[in-house]
């Protein structure tokens, strides 16, 4: 009986042990739109490798230890409320922006209220519409094991952006 068990020890030592890592992929891809209505598509997402301890934002790796807790994206109108800039989909201006990230929709667009709106933007997250507060927002992530964990988006307001 005891060389069994040796037998058994023995071969569970030669067994490789695997841990489970913790990895994920969100290439994330959309469309941005220039004021003169040309349309140009981007790819912008995220991806984890536990096992090399790299993290991926955009066309970008970097080494980590571990996930980290979140990331900002900012968007910034321009002063006359006309544009916007967001540094990761474009090299400049652009007037509108349409953003598939996992299971999450964000889009950013153009649009008349009979209520006055900051820039007459609506951004909208999985069908939920947001007007700006400012002239800066941000769509914040955040991370977990299986990707993203939660989206928010700071900045703005659910009720027309016509309250200060």
């Known amino acids: 009986m005891k060389s069994k068990l040796k037998i058994i020890t023995a071969l569970t030592l030669l067994v490789p042990s695997y841990n489970?890592?913790?990895?994920?992929?969100?290439?994330?891809k959309?469309?941005?739109?220039?004021?003169?209505?040309?349309?140009?598509?981007f790819k912008f997402g995220f991806e984890?490798?536990?096992?090399?301890?790299?993290?991926?934002?955009?066309?970008?790796?970097?080494?980590?230890?571990q996930i980290p807790s979140s990331y900002s994206v900012a968007i910034t109108l321009s002063k006359d409320d006309?544009?916007?800039w967001v540094q990761e989909f474009n090299n400049g201006f652009i007037e509108e922006f349409e953003w598939q990230i996992g299971e999450h929709k964000i889009t950013l667009k153009k649009q008349?209220?009979?209520?006055?709106?900051?820039?007459?933007?609506?951004?909208?997250?999985?069908?939920?519409?947001y007007f700006f507060t400012r002239n800066n927002a941000s769509?914040?992530?955040?991370?977990?094991?299986?990707?993203?964990?939660?989206?928010?988006?700071?900045?703005?307001?659910?009720?027309?952006?016509?309250?200060?």
């Open 82 to 84: 006309s544009q916007i």
């Open 30 to 41: 959309g469309s941005v739109t220039y004021p003169t209505g040309v349309v140009k598509e």
């Open 112 to 129: 008349q209220f009979s209520d006055p709106v900051k820039g007459d933007y609506v951004i909208e997250l999985n069908g939920r519409s």
């Open 20 to 28: 489970a890592f913790a990895d994920f992929s969100l290439p994330g």
């Open 48 to 65: 984890w490798q536990q096992k090399a301890e790299k993290f991926t934002i955009g066309s970008k790796s970097y080494n980590m230890e």
């Open 139 to 164: 769509i914040v992530m955040n991370f977990n094991e299986e990707g993203i964990e939660t989206i928010a988006i700071d900045g703005v307001t659910k009720n027309m952006g016509t309250k200060n």
